[in-house]
């Protein structure tokens, strides 16, 4: 089945992967769907992905790199099976031409192909999480995994990580099938480095959702860093972080959040003033995209020059990966000394996840790890 994907449909989509142990389910699944070992691989991950499922047909994105290898994951496996399963009429395929730069291809289950799979894997034994062959990714400017020689420091990195999935593993979780984490780190190691979750998992849920896990029988709280990049580059700049970051004179503030972030990871002006005026929050104040919405981010970007003229030269910079790998170092730290009080939480990026009886230790963890950092203004907040 063929379908045109909507902005919306691709923006839930989650990338496929490699991500549960398949092996003793595969006598089965081929038994009822036929193909490939890499076509059950595909479906156990559209029966329990909860949406579309992306993936590509440039030859290019299948590196022969041995760090990210993965025998059933080739551009002929992958593209003969998705097809194969197309043909079965399993799948709503949203097939995109290899040499598009924005978007993927993307395949969406249908109820058949679900209730199918899912008979198969609930009537055998539990999923186990598959851990990818490399859990520390550097992808170059197309965004395509690239070689990289280890160094003390990415083995320390794999080394707690693989702690950390193994944490995860170990732990009883409701409300969410928990995914195995990788870091992703972008052109350098300076750039990027946050911890996501393969085939979206929780990182992949509204917050709403979020808060019927369970971790250990036990309700969540997610508690995050407010206002965590402004504060870091004013902690940077030695000066103090104004109250209320997002709150200038004649603007809405969700607006004005919206376009501080903007500003902090566009890589220049003119692409910062864009996506400002196409942005959704710009429509209480005019219909975003349109001439007067230009004019408007024009006039909004410079009020917040103005406010925060200590950290504006960090503006329009592409200084957003600089401040993820910052960012994604405390989440590092936060995760580990959590684990070692016997502790799992899940990284939401800037957020956690905690049960609830572990919140006001979260809490402490996260404003010393950051005062330890250099970040003392930092504050922490809890949803």
């Known amino acids: 089945m063929e379908a045109n994907g909507s902005r919306l449909e691709r923006d839930r989509q989650v990338p496929l992967v490699l991500r549960w142990r398949h092996e003793e389910h595969l006598a089965e699944l081929r038994r009822e769907f036929g193909g490939s070992e890499t076509t059950a691989s595909i479906i156990m991950s559209l029966a329990t992905a909860d949406g579309p499922v992306s993936y590509s047909r440039n030859r290019n994105f299948y590196t022969n790199l041995p760090r990210y290898r993965c025998r059933l994951f080739t551009y002929a496996n992958v593209t003969q099976s998705v097809d194969y399963i197309a043909n079965s009429h399993l799948i709503f395929h949203d097939k995109v031409r290899p040499g598009h730069r924005h978007w993927q291809s993307s395949m969406t289950p249908t109820p058949e192909l679900v209730a199918r799979a899912n008979s198969i894997i609930q009537n055998g034994p539990p999923l186990e999480l598959a851990i990818p062959r490399e859990t520390i990714e550097l992808r170059d400017a197309n965004g395509i995994p690239a070689g990289y020689q280890d160094s003390p420091e990415t083995k320390r990195m794999r080394q707690r990580l693989r702690e950390m999935n193994e944490a995860i593993r170990a732990t009883l979780f409701t409300g969410v099938l928990p995914g195995a984490m990788v870091r992703i780190f972008n052109r350098t190691f300076n750039r990027g480095g946050r911890f996501y979750a393969l085939g979206g998992s929780w990182q992949s849920m509204n917050q709403e959702a979020r808060k019927q896990i369970t971790i250990g029988g036990e309700p969540v709280i997610e508690i995050d860093y407010k206002t965590l990049h ?22 809405p503030r969700r607006l004005v959040k919206r376009a501080l972030l903007i500003l902090l990871n566009a890589k220049t002006r003119g692409k910062a003033r864009d996506a400002i005026a196409h942005a959704k929050e710009m429509e209480v104040v005019c219909a975003p995209g349109t001439d007067d919405a230009k004019k408007a981010a024009t006039e909004l970007m410079g009020a917040i020059k103005s406010r925060h003229h200590r950290i504006a030269s960090a503006f329009h910079t592409d200084k957003g990966a600089e401040l993820m790998r910052l960012d994604s170092d405390l989440a590092e730290s936060v995760m580990h000394v959590m684990m070692m009080a016997g502790v799992t939480v899940l990284p939401v990026h800037d957020s956690f996840l905690v049960q609830a009886s572990q919140a006001q230790r979260l809490e402490e963890t996260m404003l010393r790890i950051a005062y330890e950092a250099g970040f003392e203004s930092l504050q922490v907040t809890s949803n």
């Open 230 to 251: 402004p504060a870091i580059l004013y902690a940077q700049a030695g000066a103090p972080l104004p109250d209320d970051c997002y709150s200038i004179d004649g603007w």
